[in-house]
């Protein structure tokens, strides 16, 4: 499976984002994570979703990333609302818990005045 992410650009703080990850195989069986890598830092997962939809949250961003999945386009979304500096990052999408050889380019967020 590869799974490809997109959706990101330059946004000022306190603006919203939308990303997609497209997977190119069946991911219903998978919980689902969107992580991020910001320069110098390790990649952390900041959101996950399950098959039935039930979501978890890092607590960075609690209240303002919601993730979403669509297990007929084999597609997961992640909506970020109020976004600050903090936020830039590369975002990527993989299976919880990771497989390394499902890990597509990321899309880059930047968040900045």
């Known amino acids: 499976v590869q799974l490809q992410a997109s959706g990101g650009g330059l946004v000022q703080p306190g603006g919203s984002l939308t990303l997609s990850c497209a997977a190119s195989g069946d991911i219903f069986i998978y919980v689902m994570g969107w992580y991020r890598q910001a320069p110098g830092k390790q990649r952390e997962v900041v959101a996950t979703v399950t098959s039935a939809g039930r979501a978890n949250y890092t607590d960075s961003v609690k209240g303002r990333f919601n993730i979403s999945r669509d297990n007929a386009k084999n597609t997961v979304y992640l909506q970020m609302n109020s976004l600050k500096l903090e936020d830039t990052a590369v975002y990527y999408c993989?299976?919880?818990?990771?497989?390394?050889?499902?890990w597509g380019k990321g899309t880059q967020v930047t968040v900045s005045s």
């Open positions: 993989n299976t919880i818990p990771v497989r390394m050889n499902y």
